[in-house]
């Protein structure tokens, strides 16, 4: 038989491991709701189970050719040169976006081959360095 305090002691202890397990479990839940998954559009053409409402992150390189602008939409095709995806866009774009650049949009697909953005991520590569900032490098360097 164990003394009142010891059993007192577990008492609380599980308590406190109860509520820990709690807390763990929902922040993992509420994460697991927020995650955008990246694709590319050759991994959303072979998938077999998409789910057309929710959204999801596209990249790949901006095709040549293939950027429209009007007073309404931007459009254009996202490659990563085996296959590619129509993407629609209504907002502006980030100063880095143009054609044969990489890119990530944000939002949900139509079907396998269009894609509705609500948000476009301009990518650079690792030796991207603001003009700024290379100017004032340059004038160092002298």
């Known amino acids: 038989?164990?003394?009142?305090?010891?059993?007192?002691?577990?008492?609380?202890?599980?308590?406190?491991?109860?509520?820990?397990?709690?807390?763990?479990f929902l922040i993992l839940k509420s994460l697991n709701n927020n995650i955008l998954y990246f694709k590319s559009p050759t991994e959303i053409k072979n998938s077999e189970d998409i789910n057309f409402a929710k959204k999801i992150r596209i990249g790949g390189m901006v095709k040549k050719d293939t950027l429209r602008v009007s007073r309404s939409e931007i459009l254009f095709i996202i490659t990563d040169y085996k296959n590619e995806i129509k993407i629609s866009y209504s907002g502006t774009v980030p100063n880095l976006f143009s054609e044969e650049k990489g890119v990530v949009a944000e939002g949900k697909l139509q079907d396998k081959n269009f894609f509705i953005a609500d948000?476009?991520?301009?990518?650079?590569?690792?030796?991207?360095?603001?003009?700024?900032?290379?100017?004032?490098?340059?004038?160092?360097?002298?």
Do not use: G, Q
């Not at 164990?2 to 008492?11: F, G, I, T």
């Open 1 to 24: 038989m164990l003394p009142k305090n010891v059993k007192k002691r577990a008492s609380l202890l599980t308590i406190f491991l109860s509520f820990s397990i709690l807390a763990i």
């Open 119 to 142: 948000r476009i991520l301009a990518k650079h590569d690792e030796n991207y360095m603001p003009p700024e900032l290379k100017d004032k490098i340059k004038k160092n360097v002298k």
